[in-house]
């Protein structure tokens, strides 16, 4: 992943979730951030499909349940 | 950083609003006013709240949200320790999506005979009013109901129009009696989300893996929408609509500059650009009609207005629709200042627009609280800029609201003749006033409470009373009274209320007093007062209290107690000993009695 598109991610993530940029690490997930929930996931999903101008799959969107997986499956989307 | 400046927000991506909507709710905004608000939906709604708080806090407001767990309407009501009641709610926001009442109603719509049409409509609008009634007493906020539309197209792809019994029309009709139903319903009104669907458009209001994969019924455009149209819509319920738009002429109701250019050449009529200042001035017309009076402050030779407006047959405005003329080389300030006294109502209920930038930013530093709309460059968008500024949005219409061009024409005329007239009694005898007064009822209560809610100068403690708040004082024993009036240039309406009660056995209070600012200087404030305290007398009161709580607007009536023979007992209270009272009335007003 870009380091540029690795800053828009981490900051989505930072402000839907309610935590520091430093606390965000390839495993954070929702057994390690509170506010990560099915809501909160939603709006992750919706503001990475914004900011990225991309359409993921229902597929790719249930999947994406950890920051490592997030980047992994963004990978193609980006190209 | 602490941010005053509200009206910039702009957001336009899920991401920029739940990031304002932290900011809001982190407290990195200040002087924004609190409101609860309770939100019931036949789904879950949460996915809403950034785009509401954002939008609220746009419009001024900081906004707490409570969302009650989907289609729960009825518990949450019935249970007194319900989180709906711990949320105190001053805005109540009621949402069945018609998809969560019947699927098929949607996309199986003519698997139902007409009859079993009928019967789920009925019960629809029955369990919508019986939510509305369970709630009557038991919360003062207002409340919102959403109307019903479908969301993603109609069963039938492109046959519905000609069908006997179409599901348009199902929900057109749905939609009208919910209406009615509403009305009914004290300070309940409908959040027209038929129409921002239509706004959006079916084929973007649903996005698909939302609503398979997480039950969300809106696509990311359609929460925007819906949060800017919603919040209109509150703040509608909440504020006053303005009353009075100021134009200017050149480059505003016309195109070109009639002193320079001459009266034959300006742009108006049926080819571009001429056409965009005609639109302008039909959007104007349709502002007179809703009752917002226009005025003009331009820097012109008078002659050569009337000249334009007299010849130009084609013009949509006339000189008629105008309630003042300010055309003069004076600052613009100064002239708006005039006409919010010549109409008397005040600097925050006018709008003002002009084409000039710099005209725009003298009179928003000499003026702040006058409402000025950012008018963009091209006359094309006027319109839209006019139309989206909110200032002048309502939900209810009374009669009053619709005749006010009317009242305040007669009060011109009685401006007029106040020059001619040798002293005030004489002039108001010249009136030929005639006093209707009566208890509030069931008629009568809507405009009572629109005016302490609206009522600032001539009140003596502006306290705001909803339908509901009025009942339940009846109820309990209040009396109250309005009064209306009737004069040589036509009938004002309900312009007076006053309030009192005896919760305290051995005396009454007067908790509101109070005069619409059409009617001050005209002594009824006098007559009003004397029939309290007849009807006082009359349930056997001897002892009355009155008292003012300042406002930074009420000023004028601070001495008011005073003048009519109470004794002062402290800053703010008076007193009067009704056992040795004697009425003096002026004779001039003639009393029709109580009805």
């Known amino acids: 992943m870009k380091e540029g598109d690795e800053k828009i991610l981490y900051e989505i993530i930072s402000k839907i979730l309610d935590i520091p940029i430093d606390n965000i690490n390839d495993d954070s997930s929702p057994d390690t951030i509170e506010a990560w929930d099915s809501l909160t996931h939603l709006n992750l999903i919706m503001a990475i499909e914004f900011e990225f101008k991309i359409k993921l799959s229902p597929e790719d969107s249930m999947d994406m349940l950890s920051v490592r997986l997030i980047k992994i499956i963004l990978e193609p989307y980006l190209q | 950083m602490i941010n005053s400046d509200f009206s910039n927000i702009d957001c336009k991506s899920p991401f920029e609003y739940i990031k304002v909507s932290r900011d809001i709710e982190g407290g990195q905004f200040e002087g924004l006013k609190r409101l609860n608000i309770s939100c019931m939906s036949s789904y879950t709604a949460q996915v809403l709240k950034p785009y509401i708080v954002t939008e609220m806090a746009k419009r001024n407001y900081d906004v707490s949200l409570y969302f009650s767990p989907y289609n729960t309407f009825e518990?949450?009501?019935?249970?007194k320790d319900s989180g709906f009641f711990y949320s105190k709610p001053n805005v109540i926001l009621i949402h069945f999506r018609i998809e969560d009442i019947d699927e098929n109603l949607s996309n199986n719509f003519y698997s139902f005979t007409k009859k079993e049409l009928k019967n789920k409509k009925k019960y629809i609008l029955d369990r919508v009013q019986s939510i509305l009634e369970m709630l009557e007493g038991k919360v003062s906020g207002n409340i919102i109901v959403y109307n019903f539309s479908f969301s993603e197209s109609l069963s039938v792809p492109i046959h519905d129009p000609m069908q006997s019994f179409s599901q348009d029309r199902f929900i057109s009709e749905l939609n009208y009696?919910?209406?009615c139903i509403c009305k009914q319903t004290p300070s309940c009104y409908i959040f027209d989300y038929y129409q921002v669907v239509r706004f959006v458009g079916y084929k973007n209001w649903v996005d698909l893996k939302l609503l398979l994969l997480a039950r969300i019924p809106f696509s990311v455009q359609s929460q925007i929408a819906i949060g800017e149209t919603l919040s209109r819509t509150i703040v509608a319920s909440l504020e006053t609509p303005c009353k009075c738009i100021v134009l200017d002429l050149d480059n505003t109701l016309w195109g070109g500059i009639i002193?320079?250019?001459?009266?034959?050449n300006i742009q108006f009529g049926n080819e571009f650009p001429g056409v965009a200042f005609k639109r302008f001035q039909q959007t104007i017309l349709n502002l007179y009609n809703q009752g917002v009076l226009l005025a003009?402050?331009?820097?012109?030779?008078?002659?050569?207005?009337l000249d334009i407006f007299n010849s130009r047959q084609d013009f949509v405005i006339k000189l008629k629709h105008f309630s003042v003329l300010k055309i003069n080389w004076d600052n613009k300030a100064d002239n708006i200042l005039e006409i919010s006294?010549?109409?008397?109502i005040g600097l925050d209920?006018?709008?003002?627009?002009?084409?000039?930038?710099?005209e725009r930013e003298l009179v928003k530093s000499k003026l702040p609280e006058l409402h000025v709309v950012n008018v963009p460059e091209s006359p094309l968008d006027y319109s839209l800029a006019l139309i989206s500024h909110e200032a002048f949005d309502y939900l209810y219409l009374t009669e009053e609201d619709k005749a006010r061009n009317k009242y305040y024409k007669s009060e011109?005329?009685?401006?007029?003749?106040?020059?001619?007239?040798e002293s005030i009694d004489d002039f108001l005898a010249k009136l030929n006033m005639k006093v209707t007064t009566g208890l509030v009822n069931d008629v009568t209560i809507a405009r009572v409470s629109q005016l302490t809610m609206k009522t600032n100068q001539f009140n003596l403690t502006t306290k705001r009373y909803s339908i509901s708040d009025l009942e339940k004082m009846v109820n309990e024993g209040a009396l109250v009274l309005w009064l209306s009036v009737e004069d040589n240039f036509g009938d004002s309406g309900i312009v007076g209320v006053a309030i009192a009660d005896n919760s305290e056995a051995n005396y009454w209070k007067i908790d509101t007093f109070l005069l619409s600012c059409r009617v001050i200087g005209r002594k009824l404030d006098q007559v009003l007062l004397n029939i309290l305290l007849e009807e006082i007398k009359r349930r056997e009161g001897f002892l009355v209290y009155g008292e003012y709580i300042r406002t930074g607007k009420n000023?004028?009536?601070s001495l008011f107690y005073d003048d009519n023979g109470f004794i002062k007992e402290s800053d703010f209270c008076w007193k009067k000993d009704l056992s040795v009272w004697k009425i003096d009335s002026p004779d001039f007003i003639e009393l029709r009695g109580m009805v």
């Open chain 2, 412 to 421: 011109q005329k009685r401006f007029s003749l106040s020059h001619k007239a």
């Open chain 2, 349 to 358: 209920s006018i709008v003002f627009f002009d084409d000039s930038h710099y």
């Open chain 2, 259 to 264: 002193g320079e250019d001459g009266i034959s």
């Open chain 2, 75 to 79: 518990q949450e009501i019935l249970d």
């Open chain 2, 555 to 557: 000023e004028q009536v």
């Open chain 2, 341 to 344: 006294r010549e109409l008397n």
């Open chain 2, 296 to 305: 003009v402050s331009s820097k012109n030779d008078e002659k050569l207005v």
């Open chain 2, 177 to 179: 009696d919910l209406a």
